[in-house]
């Protein structure tokens, strides 16, 4: 498949997903998370991959819903269309672990694609956020769920009630993120934790991870 929304590539066993939307902040359009969702099921059904890193530009992990896209759009159109369970939910079934790699924003639909991955890896300059509220609406895809599991309703709710962004310090320490590196430690860090992860046993990786997954979803 070509694609013209992602770069997809594939080193040693890591498979590398980049939105490369610069002009629109990687805004998540349809055809970008058509093209997200096959390459997505290209590479779990890979079997020399053993981990995939899902990230963005210096500048955007992703600033969000294409807006441009929606905003005509009905309540019914959206629901008929499935608009975000058919490309975004995708993210969250691939059996390899995925890592969400952040640097720059991550707002609204791009912090819920980020949280769909199984942990996010952050730069220093990464910022957090779901300002959905400022433009009359709500985080439609997790925002509120998601993070309200990650970092407790407190912060959650004052996140979704303002629309304020969250540094990527900030994040680590509610839970948001799993480690932050400086600008020059984060390629090669989030290289080390790829590679440390895909060379692990790979029916193992899946089953730890789906064991975790079922473990945060259910009671005891």
């Known amino acids: 498949m070509v694609y013209e929304n992602i770069i997809v590539e594939r080193k040693d066993s890591v498979g590398i997903i980049t939105l490369n939307r610069p002009k629109a902040l990687n805004a998540l359009s349809a055809d970008l998370t058509r093209e997200l969702e096959a390459a997505l099921q290209d590479l779990d059904n890979d079997a020399a991959v053993g981990c ?3 990230t963005g530009s210096d500048k955007a992990f992703a600033a969000g819903a294409d807006i441009k896209e929606m905003q005509f759009k009905t309540f019914m159109d959206v629901y008929l269309l499935d608009c975000i369970t058919v490309g975004w939910e995708h993210v969250a079934k691939v059996r390899y672990p ?5 640097s720059g ?3 609204g639909g791009g912090c819920e694609m980020a949280m769909m991955c199984d942990f996010i890896i952050a730069r ?4 957090f956020g ?5 433009i009359g609406a709500i985080p439609g895809a997790g925002g509120t769920q998601r993070l309200t599991r990650s970092i407790g309703k407190s912060k959650a709710m004052l996140a979704v009630l303002t629309g304020d962004m969250m540094s990527a310090d900030e994040a680590e320490n509610c839970g948001l993120v799993a480690k932050v590196f400086k600008g020059e430690e984060f390629d090669i860090s989030l290289k080390d ?3 440390r992860i ?5 029916p ?3 089953l730890a991870k789906q064991a975790v997954n079922v473990a945060f979803e259910t009671t005891l």
């Not at 995925?98 to 952040?102: D, K, L, P």
């Not at 779901?130 to 400022?134: L, M, S, W």
């Not at 895909?198 to 790979?202: C, I, L, T």
């Open 193 to 195: 934790i790829a590679d």
């Open 52 to 54: 995939m890193i899902l």
């Open 124 to 127: 220093d300059d990464a910022k």
């Open 198 to 202: 895909a060379n692990q046993s790979k």
């Open 130 to 134: 779901q300002p959905e509220i400022n």
């Open 204 to 206: 193992l990786a899946k």
């Open 98 to 102: 995925i890592i969400a790699a952040v």
């Open 105 to 107: 924003y991550a707002l």
